[in-house]
Structure formats: structure tokens, C-alpha cells
């Protein structure tokens, strides 16, 4: 059992940059891949980035490409999300989320955060 739990979101001009982290419990953190995803109001929720179980391989969706990193850090059981170049597009609720495989598809997850709302103004 994984226990996710998001933070870092808030409001930011366009432009700006925010850091989420999702702080895992259990012991066995080190052995999930990780992902990020986010679902804006009215839409389906979608892929934004994962990492392996090791941080050797990183995945982002091309709208994030250049713009977010994703990073872990085993030792301290977090990930992060770090989000530069920030577009009102981007505006979501952002989820973390807990998987055996670093992948696109929400199905291969198996925790999920509570979320941490995102809002970036024009």
C-alpha cells in the first residue's frame, strides 16, 4: 500500500514557474514508477510525465516537453514536478500517481494523490 499526498500547487502569472512534490509512504516507494497527470475542469484527466522506479528514464506529453522535469528522490520517498514556462493551458488539477511501469496510460497506475489545484493566469 502507497499513500501519495501532493503539494506545491497554487496560482502563477504566465511565464512563472511552480514546484510540485508528492510525498509517498511505505517502504517500498523505491520500487514504483511514478507519474504525474492532470485533469483541467470539464476534461479527462492525461498523462503529463513519469519517472522510473530508478529516475534512469523520464516520459513527458509533448504539450510539457522542454517546459516541465520530473525528478525523485528515493531516499526521502518524494517526487517532483517542475514546471517552467507556465501557459494558462496548464491550469489543472495535478495528480501523482503510483505504477510498476512508467507509462502514458492511467490504467497502469495503481495509488493516486488527492491532487493539488494548478491555476495560471494570462
Known amino acids: 500500500q502507497v499513500q501519495l499526498v501532493e503539494s506545491g500547487g497554487g496560482l502563477v502569472q504566465a511565464g512563472g514557474s511552480l514546484r510540485l512534490s508528492c510525498a509517498a509512504s511505505?517502504?517500498?516507494?523505491?520500487?514504483?514508477?511514478m507519474g504525474w497527470f492532470r485533469q483541467a475542469s470539464g476534461k479527462e484527466r492525461e498523462f503529463v510525465a513519469a519517472?522510473?522506479?530508478?529516475?534512469?528514464?523520464?516520459y513527458y506529453a509533448d504539450s510539457v516537453k522542454g517546459r516541465f522535469s520530473i525528478a525523485r528522490d528515493n531516499a526521502k520517498n518524494l517526487v517532483y514536478l517542475q514546471m517552467n514556462s507556465l501557459k494558462p493551458e496548464d491550469t489543472a488539477v495535478y495528480y501523482c500517481?503510483?505504477?510498476?511501469?512508467?507509462?502514458?496510460?492511467?490504467?497502469?497506475?495503481?495509488?493516486w494523490g488527492q491532487g493539488t489545484q494548478v491555476t495560471v493566469s494570462s
Open positions: 511505505g517502504r517500498t516507494f523505491s520500487s514504483y514508477s
Open positions: 500517481a503510483a505504477g510498476f511501469g512508467a507509462s502514458v496510460s492511467l490504467s497502469e497506475y495503481r495509488y
Open positions: 519517472i522510473s522506479w530508478s529516475g534512469g528514464r523520464t
